[in-house]
């Protein structure tokens, strides 16, 4: 019998595109998924899209909340899950083998607590802007205060890991609640496993919190120094194996048509587009939003 796997969505305003989260759950080749979508009361056209053939098996509620980390809380503690994905309702999954290719890794470790992949980030057309590795740290090391180290719609948990540390996403956090979160889980001792694979699509968007809130998240940045005894680096500069990743990333790109079914539409460009955007492109931090 296969595991159920619960993946969650804090929703606000982002009806723009929910159509490409919902679609990309909803077609992935495993079963069996529960999709629970908590919003915060939009404004837009979101309970729309919810109320028609597209959120047909969601799980859905939209109310007033105190934030993402409240309704991921919430959407948590309702799920059923062994286990957790966590998309944003901007963000979607790549390959409609996603979902199983993360069972089977489980499946394969069953020491491991969180599995984790690559992600094409796109931009708010859906156009390729290029391949990104994200990396496990050393969370007692310095750390780079603009950018996240794993790409969370692109990240899976076990919930015994999750049970360990008591509570799910801290609700004091608005910007560095996922980074908070990979730091207790390491601290926890638990076992994080890289899949070389594309598993979802990060869209970067000027309403994402990482613009927005560029000075609340150094804020909760530093009071996450001062709880854990982590260093930031606060200069915004490229090291050179973040160029060797970028070159790495530019020779997946290559072989995306031959390997991947993709379960949304995205602007892949010419080859030699995305190559160049891949390479040359300034980096733009990995964010979260609803």
Same mark, same amino acid.
């Given at each position: 019998?296969?595991?159920?796997?619960?993946?969650?969505?804090? $929703?606000?305003?982002? &009806?723009?595109?929910?159509?490409?989260?919902?679609?990309?759950?909803? !077609?992935?080749?495993?079963?069996?998924?529960?999709?629970?979508?908590?919003?915060?009361?939009? /404004?837009? =056209? =979101?309970?729309?899209?919810?109320?028609?053939?597209?959120?047909?098996?969601?799980?859905?509620?939209?109310?007033?909340?105190?934030?993402?980390?409240?309704?991921?809380?919430? %959407?948590?503690?309702?799920?059923?899950?062994?286990?957790?994905?966590?998309?944003?309702? #901007?963000?979607?999954?790549?390959?409609?083998?996603?979902?199983? /290719?993360?069972?089977?890794?489980?499946?394969?470790?069953?020491?491991?607590?969180?599995?984790?992949?690559?992600?094409?980030?796109?931009?708010?057309?859906?156009?390729?802007? /290029?391949?990104? !590795?994200?990396?496990?740290?050393? +969370?007692?090391?310095?750390?780079? &205060?603009?950018? %996240?180290?794993?790409?969370?719609?692109?990240? +899976?948990?076990?919930?015994?890991?999750?049970?360990?540390?008591? =509570? +799910?996403?801290?609700?004091?956090?608005?910007? $560095?609640? #996922?980074?908070?979160?990979?730091?207790?889980?390491? %601290? %926890?001792?638990?076992?994080? /496993?890289?899949?070389?694979?594309?598993? &979802?699509?990060?869209?970067?968007?000027?309403?994402?919190?990482?613009?927005?809130?560029?000075?609340?998240?150094?804020?909760?940045?530093?009071?996450?120094?001062?709880?854990?005894?982590?260093?930031?680096?606060?200069?915004?500069?490229?090291?050179?194996?973040?160029?060797?990743?970028?070159?790495?990333?530019?020779?997946?790109?290559? $072989?995306?048509?031959?390997?991947?079914?993709?379960?949304?539409?995205?602007?892949?460009? =010419?080859?030699?587009?995305?190559?160049?955007?891949?390479?040359?492109?300034? $980096?733009?931090?990995?964010?979260?939003?609803?």
């Amino acid at each position: 019998m296969n595991v159920l796997v619960s993946v969650l969505t804090p $929703s606000l305003n982002q &009806a723009a595109f929910l159509p490409d989260c919902l679609q990309s759950i909803s !077609r992935q080749s495993y079963r069996p998924i529960e999709h629970l979508l908590f919003d915060g009361g939009s /404004r837009d =056209t =979101t309970v729309d899209l919810l109320r028609g053939p597209l959120g047909q098996d969601v799980i859905w509620v939209s109310a007033p909340d105190r934030g993402q980390a409240h309704a991921l809380n919430q %959407a948590f503690a309702r799920s059923r899950g062994d286990i957790i994905g966590w998309l944003n309702a #901007d963000d979607a999954y790549y390959d409609a083998s996603t979902v199983q /290719r993360v069972v089977d890794y489980f499946s394969r470790y069953p020491k491991c607590g969180v599995v984790y992949g690559d992600v094409l980030i796109v931009d708010e057309q859906g156009r390729l802007i /290029r391949h990104h !590795r994200p990396h496990l740290p050393s +969370f007692w090391t310095k750390l780079p &205060a603009h950018a %996240a180290p794993l790409t969370q719609p692109a990240v +899976f948990i076990r919930r015994s890991a999750l049970t360990r540390l008591g =509570t +799910f996403l801290r609700e004091d956090l608005h910007v $560095s609640l #996922d980074l908070e979160l990979w730091i207790r889980l390491t %601290a %926890a001792g638990v076992e994080f /496993r890289h899949i070389p694979r594309v598993l &979802a699509v990060d869209r970067d968007h000027q309403g994402r919190k990482v613009h927005r809130l560029r000075e609340l998240r150094l804020q909760e940045n530093r009071k996450l120094s001062a709880e854990y005894g982590i260093e930031f680096d606060d200069r915004n500069h490229s090291r050179p194996r973040a160029w060797f990743r970028r070159v790495v990333g530019a020779a997946h790109l290559v $072989s995306l048509e031959r390997r991947y079914a993709p379960v949304i539409n995205i602007d892949l460009g =010419t080859p030699v587009t995305r190559l160049a955007r891949q390479i040359f492109l300034p $980096s733009r931090s990995a964010g979260r939003n609803r």
